[in-house]
C-alpha cells in the first residue's frame, strides 16, 4: 500500500483536459511540496512538476500541478497521444525518520 | 546538458551484494546531491535515500537502515549505491537521480540498472 493514494488508471481522448488526483496526509501533502513524474516503460521517469506547481523549463504548459491541503492535482490539457504514460505524485513525508514517499501511479490512457 | 549514466545490469544471488554506479556530467556534482529510486517488476517507485555529494551526508529510509550504503566520489563525479543481504523482492531497476535537497526525489535521472537477484 502506498502511503500517498491515486486512481489507478485515468483516460481521456485527444485534446480533452483530465486531471490526475494524489491524496496524502498532513504528514507529507499536507506540509511538503509535491513533485509529479511521467513513467514510459523502459524509460527513466521524467520529471514534469516541482515544488507542487512549477514547472521544469522543457515541459510544455499543457502539464499543471496544483495542492490544496492534503492533496494535489496533476491536470493535463490538450491531451495527445504521446502522453499515454504512468504518473507518479511524490512528497516527503516527516513522520518517523522522514521518507519520500511516492503515489502507486496512474495509468493514463489516450 | 546534465547526463547520468549508470553502470550495467547485474545478476546476484540470495544474500550477496551489489553497487550500482552513476556518474553525472554536465553540472557541478558537488552543489547537488543524489537520490536512488527503485522500481520492481510491475510495481511503483519507491526511494532509497539520498546523499550530499558535497559533505556525504545520508537519508535513508527506515527501511533500508543497515542493508544501504550510499556514497561520492567528488574526483570522478561519480555516486554508488551499495545494497547488502539481497533478496529475491531487491529485483529491481535501480535509478539514481540528481536532487538539491533531501526531500526531493530527483530532477534529471539515469538510465536505470536492472539487479536481478536469484539464486
Known amino acids: 500500500q502506498s502511503v500517498l493514494t491515486q486512481p489507478p488508471s485515468a483516460s481521456g481522448t485527444p485534446g480533452q483536459r483530465v486531471t490526475i488526483s494524489c491524496s496524502g496526509s498532513?504528514?507529507?501533502?499536507?506540509?511538503?511540496?509535491v513533485y509529479w513524474y511521467q513513467k514510459l516503460p523502459e524509460t527513466a521517469p521524467k520529471l514534469l512538476i516541482y515544488?507542487?506547481?512549477q514547472r521544469p523549463s522543457g515541459v510544455p504548459d499543457r502539464f499543471s500541478g496544483s495542492k490544496s491541503g492534503t492533496s494535489a492535482s496533476l491536470a493535463i490539457s490538450g491531451l495527445r497521444s504521446e502522453d499515454e504514460a504512468d504518473y507518479y505524485c511524490?512528497?516527503?513525508?516527516?513522520?518517523?525518520?522522514?521518507?519520500?514517499?511516492f503515489g502507486g501511479g496512474t495509468k493514463l490512457t489516450v | 546538458q546534465v547526463q547520468l549514466v549508470q553502470s550495467g545490469a547485474e545478476v546476484k544471488k540470495p544474500g550477496a551484494l551489489v553497487k550500482v554506479s552513476c556518474k553525472a556530467s554536465?553540472?557541478?556534482?558537488?552543489?547537488?546531491?543524489i537520490s536512488w529510486v527503485r522500481q520492481a517488476p510491475g510495481q511503483g517507485l519507491e526511494w532509497m535515500g539520498w546523499?550530499?555529494?558535497?559533505?556525504?551526508?545520508?537519508k535513508y529510509p527506515q527501511k533500508l537502515q543497515g542493508r544501504v550504503t550510499m556514497t561520492t566520489d567528488s574526483s570522478t563525479s561519480t555516486a554508488y549505491m551499495e545494497l547488502r543481504s539481497l533478496r529475491s523482492d531487491d529485483t529491481a531497476v535501480y535509478y539514481c537521480?540528481?536532487?538539491?535537497?533531501?526531500?526531493?526525489?530527483?530532477?534529471?535521472w539515469g538510465q536505470g540498472t536492472l539487479v536481478t537477484v536469484s539464486s
Open positions: 537521480a540528481r536532487a538539491e535537497l533531501y526531500w526531493e526525489p530527483g530532477d534529471s
Open positions: 554536465g553540472y557541478t556534482f558537488t552543489n547537488y546531491g
Open positions: 546523499i550530499n555529494a558535497y559533505s556525504g551526508h545520508t
Open positions: 498532513s504528514s507529507n501533502i499536507g506540509s511538503n511540496y
Open positions: 515544488k507542487s506547481n
Open positions: 511524490a512528497a516527503w513525508d516527516d513522520s518517523l525518520s522522514g521518507d519520500v514517499v
